[in-house]
């Protein structure tokens, strides 16, 4: 059986292992740590845990329990104390807890929800995500990271404080590896801050596996506005040292006309500018539902097709 | 299968539960649903929930789950908005969200941890427990009389508001046990509750099973301070209008002197005054263990064994 592993955090893996989990493949997702906002930034400064929430959407992704309990794990709390809360972090807390392991934790959960595969945190480290901007202004935490609208100007440099080494399982399934999937996420706060990991990159480099980029499909205002597909690519392999990937898996599906003039303010469309026999061109975009179109987020309206993009990934996979 | 009913509420069940589910017996509890401290006050107060505490303990009672399970359901939260809460009752809560209904809630808690037998809201109304003393003072809701030492001096009522009708699926089961299972627990804010829902009573006086009243071990201060058995015996019976037990289950095994002095602040032994054939004397003493001295509350230093116990009780089911 072939092995894939995903690498990134936040919405974005979602896509991508939830369409593979339905191939006969090997599956893991390799989470970045450095997500701080929210309930899981609540989470990490009150009771000292690691951080669940990326964990916790990849686990739903892989699962493959019922709806009822997918929909518990995702569910928030409305008020009080635990407002804001989703009950899937409070979940992979508690079993830090009381097992004193998030290791252990990712693994029970994957349990309770059937999980097909492996979810493996990249450092077990507590890191915060830091960014020195060219304006000299440093922004402290992936939240911060993320909402910033000046990153586009620029910046010097981006790093987890502590320099965290890498999981050593994490390592171990990139070493292993058949085909290694970047992408799709946040450049900043969901991809890079797994790169910054110590051990990581070397790792990435050493592995024998084939590496593919799934490239974002839309930009994020003042964050990568008018990225190209080759911007993408030299930002991870500023970071990886040199160009690592086999494949560059880029959507060729236009939005409409009325989708991208509702998602201006979140951001612009991704356009490729490469010629390299390594894109592959596909239409890789969801289909909109009359539902989601009033109760989904502006920047959930475009997004990627679990089934499409495991058709693809699945295709390099055939050939390997 | 023997169908054993056992009625109350809190910590006061679980050593019957406990106890009783090693044997092969079709077990249910029936619980009081007028806790409104600690967690369970602030999620009632905060999310409109009901009352999880006391069910929550029945189920890890009825729990054929590992070790880890059961810890990570009575796990509490330390800090934050989070502290006090215990992570079984954000589990019946969040899921009572999901699903529309607590007695859906604690059925698919029952599946997490894998419980033999069943756990059933004696109603699945919101109330409050209140109180009016001799003195005209009104106590409202369980904990404040839980927490009351002016009860001893006697109350002119205590009832649930508004008057709920009791749980269908409760009535049932009285209807058709074969042994109902009254007790231990505390008096007026555990066993008496379940008593006050419209239907309980009569469901009570109409079942055909053997009725047992568990007498408990020691006295509450300020709450019946000095009660010897026939006064457990007569309060239960005021509420019920009529004396419904076939066996009095009563402790014979008196705690050693330093514990009873110990306990002495909390109360004092419940002392058997009954010459009836009815009560049956057994040493129902749970073994203090060493580390147990020193980490458990007071009142939980002299507690019934859940092993003794369900060896009585079960001398009872096979005569039946």
Chains 1, 2 share one sequence.
Do not use: W
């Not at 050593?168 to 992408?183: M, Q, S, T, Y």
């Not at 996420?185 to 890079?192: A, E, Q, Y």
């Not at 799934?214 to 930009?219: G, H, Q, S």
């Not at 356009?271 to 009033?294: F, M, T, Y």
Request: net charge neutral.
């Amino acid at each position: 059986m072939k092995k894939i592993v995903v690498i990134g955090g936040g919405t974005g893996n979602f896509a991508v292992l939830k369409g593979l989990k339905n191939y006969d493949v090997d599956l893991s997702a390799i989470v970045s740590m450095a997500d701080d906002g929210g309930s899981t930034g609540i989470l990490r400064d009150e009771l000292g845990v690691l951080p669940p929430g990326d964990v916790r959407q990849c686990l739903v992704a892989l699962s493959d329990s019922s709806r009822l309990m997918r929909s518990l794990i995702n569910y928030r709390f409305e008020n009080g104390g635990l407002g804001g809360h989703s009950f899937g972090n409070l979940l992979l807390s508690a079993l830090e807890k009381v097992t004193g392991s998030f290791e252990k934790a990712v693994e029970e959960t994957g349990k309770i929800l059937n999980i097909k595969g492996k979810v493996i945190p990249v450092t077990t480290h507590q890191v915060r995500l830091k960014m020195i901007l060219n304006n000299r202004r440093i922004l402290e935490g992936e939240s911060e990271i993320y909402l910033s609208k000046e990153i586009d100007q620029g910046y010097k440099s981006i790093y987890l404080e502590p320099y965290p080494k890498a999981n050593p399982h994490a390592l171990n399934e990139i070493a292993n590896a058949d085909l290694i999937v970047v992408g799709p996420g946040g450049l900043h706060t969901s991809l890079i801050p797994n790169l910054l990991v110590e051990g990581l990159v070397d790792g990435l480099r050493g592995s024998q596996a084939k590496k593919t980029f799934v490239v974002n499909l839309m930009n994020r205002k003042g964050q990568t506005t008018g990225f190209r597909v080759s911007h993408y690519l030299s930002e991870i392999n500023r970071f990886v040292g040199e160009d690592i990937f086999d494949y560059i898996l880029v959507n060729n599906q236009k939005p409409s006309q009325k989708l991208i003039d509702v998602y201006a303010e979140e951001g612009d469309l991704v356009e490729n500018d490469l010629q390299d026999e390594r894109v592959l061109l596909a239409p890789l975009l969801g289909e909109l539902k009359e539902q989601q179109s009033v109760d989904f987020l502006k920047r959930n309206l475009i997004r990627h097709d679990p089934k499409k993009l495991a058709h693809e990934l699945m295709k390099i996979v055939n050939h390997l």
